[in-house]
Each structure stands twice: as C-alpha cells, then as structure tokens.
C-alpha cells in the first residue's frame, strides 16, 4: 500500500524557520508532481507550492520569497522550507503526489498533514 508520510512540523516563533518533508512509500515507479497545501482553522485548503517532474516550481503570492520546494527522487521525497514564518502561516500542512504505478496508470495521494504554528 502507497502512502505519505509528513514530517517536519512543530512550534516556531514569527520570523523563524522550518522544514517540511514527505515521503511516499510503498509500490512507486515514480512520481510525477508533488505539492505542499495548507489549512488554516475555519477556512479552505489553499495551495503553497507544486514541483513538477522537471522540477519546475510554482508557489503562491503569500509564500514567495519565504518558501521554497524542493524534491529528492532517489528518496521519493519532497521538502518545503520555511523561513521568516509569519502568524498567518499557522495551518495544517499536507503533501500530495500523482504516483505512478508498475505497469502504468496514476494516481493522486494525500498525506495525513502536519501542523505548523507559528507564534507572534
């Protein structure tokens, strides 16, 4: 079974840094685009950023500058460091990843989040 796996999130102070990781395990032959979401309370999941096959990066207009994505294939995972982290980054974080299987055909994955807090 296929899965994803977070880590990484945890308590940081306004203007500090983090790492996020995510690893998928399981029957992989690749996996094409990973991306970072977030959930704050009370409101929609909102893009942060995406990385392509060709790691071509994409990052929403809030994180720009801040963040940065990052994927390592050999170990099926994919990073986002955080640095001057702002109250308004307080969420919960999730992967996702369109996995290809042996044999051919993909599918989309969700990890089961991390929670990043981010104190003023």
């Known amino acids: 079974q296929v899965q994803l796996v977070e880590s990484g999130g945890g308590l940081v102070q306004a203007g500090g840094s983090l790492r996020l990781s995510c690893t998928a395990s399981?029957?992989?032959?690749?996996?094409?685009?990973w991306g970072w979401y977030r959930q704050a309370p009370a409101k929609q999941r909102e893009l942060v950023a995406t990385?392509?096959?060709?790691?071509?990066?994409n990052y929403a207009d809030s994180v720009k500058g801040r963040f940065t994505i990052s994927r390592d294939n050999a170990q099926n995972t994919v990073y986002l460091q955080m640095n001057s982290l702002k109250p308004e980054d307080t969420a919960v974080y999730y992967c996702?990843?369109?996995?290809?299987?042996?044999?051919?055909?993909?599918?989309?994955?969700w990890g089961q989040g991390t929670q990043v807090t981010v104190s003023s």
């Open positions: 996702n990843a369109d996995i290809v299987r042996y044999g051919g055909g993909m599918f989309h994955l």
């Open positions: 399981g029957s992989i032959a690749s996996i094409n685009a």
């Open positions: 990385i392509t096959g060709s790691s071509s990066t």
